[in-house]
């Protein structure tokens, strides 16, 4: 049974979904008053002021929020410190470094992502992409077919998964709101003075932008522990995204604090009796494997094979429910059979297609060590539910 979860607390919104019981993937926005920030700023829509522009071309805007936010800009943009820029947020702020933006402009939508460039970034042309996740062909390309033959001139579209047996009236109406509201911003921008944010205007965007990504037919049920104005809320955003989705919506108390204090655990223990451990860094995801008791159950050689197996579906799952991220190196016990580490790649591979975030696998890169990337977007959870301890500076050791 898949779910949807939602629960308001006095310092964030959680949201969780849930296949039979188990937290699969979680999001959490912070409420603005609760001294952990405002919550995610990807995608908003800003008017900020170009603060400095370093030789390498990165510029440091000033976006209203507590760092620069930095933008890569390439030459013919014309920009110069002082300068007013239209930005969106594409990742939010990690550790010592700011918010990324760009000056690609766009709504998503449940069925489209409509985009237009501002006209700092004129010379790009706007292109139709669709999601790598619809696999068949013939359905992409009536899509394509659709979205083309509607797309407003000078934008730009990305046909998303859940487009998929959409009848062309629901995804024309989309792409006719996402243009009127963009286009309407865009021409607002040119008479804001900076830093002013004129997407979102309320406070529901952070709700709205995550539903949109996580709302999908086959829910069962959607559960909202709120108060009732809140609750209300919800369920009126829900049913704009997902109308079919009214008979499923209840209004009951739901508990989280296991499965999310497990999620925020360094060790996570195996069906096979082994285990893996999760080392986050700035720099990096290290996650290390243990035969622990698994060994001497059967051959050496199986029991390495049964606990990588394991371990990679159990690697996956947490990649994607701690929303971990960069550069993640998995270390495997070493195997020598190459059909050995073939299974466990594929095992790996075949788990990480659930994951609605880009996951790049680069290979075995030496010994047992798996080398993947994924797309930074929103911070980890441990960086929203955790701070670094005020003894130890977060090293996890105290000097003697």
Known sequence: ????????????????????????????????????????????????????????????????????AFMNM???????????????????????????????????????????HNAGAAESPCHLGVSRKIADEKEARRLRKIVRK???????????????????DVIIEEITRLHRQLAGIIAHAEFIRPPTQLFPT????????????????DLDEILIDAPDEFFLEMKSAICEILPAALGRISHEKISMKKQIRAALEKEVDLPCG???TIEQTEACVVIDVNTGGNVGK????????????????????????????????IDFIDMS??????????????????????????????LGMLQLTRRKTRPPISAILQKPCEHCGGSGRERV
């Open 298 to 329: 059967i051959d050496y050689a199986s029991a390495i094979l049964e606990t990588n197996l394991n371990a990679a579906r159990a690697a996956a799952a947490q990649i994607r429910l701690r929303n971990l991220s960069g550069i993640i190196l």
């Open 74 to 116: 390439r030459a013919g943009h014309g920009f110069k410190a002082g300068d007013s820029v239209l930005v969106r947020v594409d990742k939010d702020a990690v550790g010592t470094k700011g918010m990324a933006v760009g000056l690609e402009i766009s709504l998503k939508g449940r069925f489209v992502v409509l985009y237009a």
């Open 274 to 276: 082994g285990s893996i």
């Open 150 to 168: 509607n797309l407003p001139l000078g934008f730009g579209a990305i046909i998303r998964t859940n487009a998929q047996g959409e009848s062309p």
């Open 202 to 217: 309320g406070d529901e965007h952070a709700a709205k932008n995550l539903l949109s990504d996580i709302l999908s037919d």
């Open 1 to 68: 049974m898949r779910r949807l979860l939602i629960k308001a607390t006095d310092d964030d919104t959680r949201f969780a979904l849930s296949e039979d019981g188990v937290l699969v993937e979680l999001f959490i926005e912070a409420r603005a008053d609760s001294g952990r920030g405002d919550g995610s700023w990807v995608g908003r829509v800003i008017v900020g002021r170009i603060k400095t522009i370093l030789p390498g071309q990165i510029a440091f805007i000033d976006i209203g929020a507590k760092k620069n």
């Open 337 to 366: 059979a190459a059909a050995a580490k073939a299974a466990v790649l594929e095992a790996f591979a075949t788990a990480v297609k659930k994951d609605r975030i880009r996951v790049e696998i680069e290979g075995f890169v030496g």
